[in-house]
């Protein structure tokens, strides 16, 4: 079975997870570190916005993600993450649309 | 700035919202038939999960995610079902790197 575009986008957005989890102390969780580079390197619209660049805008982010409060985030505690991400861009989405049509009716 | 792989994939996410959104009623929010229609096309690996496929699942699912109760499911309400398919997808994903690992090292 071919994979749709949708269900590649979710398997894309869990294999950036692994991938990052992967790189230092226990390969099944995102260190602080490990969330920063993610962050960094995969939504930098996300990061561009004002103060999220910060070095206590990604600590904040890290401890209200982190429930059991064992300083790792686990893939069901990456999801708080992934839905900050998902509201931020459908906030982007929604302002290139209404971008779109205002250019193209000349609202500008 | 050109978008990422992982914007790209939460862009085609926010995209496919809209895209069923739009075809009936209220253009921003699902009803139940285009929540099931968005389903079936876009997440068939998780459709073919056993169960899914009767028609109380997604009514139950719909019911859930429907936290004012108006019978719509606007974009914050679709993040709960995001949030199933998301869990749903990682399993997937670690089942195919277990296959995957298993062949190399024919364990089967």
Redesign the interface.
């Known amino acids: 079975?071919t994979?749709?575009?949708?269900?590649?986008?979710?398997?894309?957005?869990?294999?950036?997870f692994?991938q990052y989890a992967a790189r230092q102390g226990d390969v099944e969780t995102l260190s602080l570190q490990e969330l920063q580079a993610l962050l960094t390197?995969?939504?930098?619209?996300f990061m561009d916005s004002l103060g999220r660049k910060e070095p206590y805008y990604v600590t904040e982010l890290f401890r209200a993600a982190d429930k059991n409060k064992d300083n790792q985030l686990c893939?069901?505690e990456f999801?708080y993450v992934?839905?900050k991400?998902?509201?931020d861009?459908?906030l982007q989405?929604r302002r290139q649309l209404c971008a779109r049509h205002c250019a193209q009716h000349s609202l500008y």
């Open positions: 079975m994979d749709t575009p949708v269900e590649e986008s979710l398997f894309q957005i869990i294999h950036c692994h390197d995969n939504v930098p619209r893939f069901d999801l992934l839905g991400l998902v509201k861009y459908h989405y």
